[in-house]
């Protein structure tokens, strides 16, 4: 038997394997897909919704590089000085 080639066998995962492999709510992950920030998924079927394995990991390959570029923003720190009221110590 021969091995089909690598090109042509597409891995697909679905919701929990997802979840495994990038860790963000899965509304984060549908506001990402509707901004074009992430891989987009598709149905198999009308109930089995699937991510591109290939997709997903090219995506935190990528995002890992802007990481390391210093690419990405990260969020700012919260203003302690904005604080309505203090909190209590025990």
Same mark, same amino acid.
């Given at each position: 038997?021969?091995?089909?080639?690598?090109? /042509?066998?597409?891995? &697909? *995962?679905?919701?929990?394997?997802? =979840?495994?492999?990038? #860790? /963000?709510?899965?509304? &984060? *992950?549908?506001?990402?897909?509707? =901004?074009?920030?992430? #891989?987009?998924?598709?149905?198999?079927?009308?109930?089995?919704?699937?991510?591109?394995?290939?997709?997903?990991?090219?995506?935190?390959?990528?995002?890992?590089?802007?990481?390391?570029?210093?690419?990405?923003?990260?969020?700012?720190?919260?203003?302690?000085?904005?604080?309505?009221?203090?909190?209590?110590?025990?």
């Amino acid at each position: 038997m021969s091995r089909p080639d690598a090109a /042509l066998t597409r891995r &697909t *995962i679905r919701r929990h394997q997802l =979840r495994e492999i990038v #860790p /963000l709510a899965d509304t &984060t *992950i549908y506001d990402m897909e509707q =901004r074009g920030e992430f #891989p987009q998924r598709f149905y198999l079927t009308s109930r089995c919704v699937v991510w591109d394995l290939a997709e997903v990991e090219a995506w935190v390959e990528e995002r890992r590089q802007a990481s390391r570029a210093k690419a990405i923003n990260r969020a700012p720190s919260p203003d302690v000085h904005q604080r309505k009221t203090r909190p209590v110590k025990h």
